[in-house]
């Protein structure tokens, strides 16, 4: 009974802990995503804006190319920090994860110990408990003994 109580609690221990940490985690990932959806719904814009100067005036056709160029290459940079923020992201759910997992192992081997020890504890009990009981015996043994022996000298 000890033992699934003592499991319980430390199941409930890790669920709120992961529960904890999830939430704070995917609101980070939700934020960088949706500033990278604004970002892309800008550039469309831009590219849009682009596109009707292009129709207009060919002339600037140079200075065009050379804002895609630009764009291109920020866009770039963002997908390759988006892609280095998420790998950065994975390696620390994924550290989070180990620690988490090495503090289970713990706690399943703690909670291990503590069982032996209050089966050894019980085990003792039990066993001082029936030496005490001999010797209440012995006791009310002796004292009935004491008190026919007094009473016959009395």
Do not use: C
């Amino acid at each position: 009974m000890g033992k699934a109580l003592a499991k319980r609690a430390g199941v409930a221990a890790i669920e709120t802990t992961l529960r904890a940490v999830m939430p704070e985690l995917a609101r980070t990932l939700e934020s960088i995503q949706m500033e990278l959806r604004q970002f892309r719904a800008s550039v469309d814009q831009r590219f849009d804006k682009v596109d009707e100067r292009f129709e207009k005036v060919d002339q600037r056709f140079e200075k065009v190319d050379q804002r895609f160029e630009r764009i291109e290459q920020r866009l770039s940079q963002l997908e390759r920090g988006e892609e280095r923020l998420r790998l950065e992201f994975r390696e620390g759910l994924n550290d989070q994860f180990e620690r988490l997992l090495a503090v289970l192992n713990e706690l399943g081997q703690r909670i291990t110990r503590v069982d032996q020890k209050l089966e050894d504890y019980t085990e003792f009990t039990r066993m001082h408990s029936a030496k005490l009981d001999g010797w209440l015996e012995r006791l009310v043994v002796v004292e009935q003994a004491q008190g026919t022996k007094r009473r016959r000298a009395s």
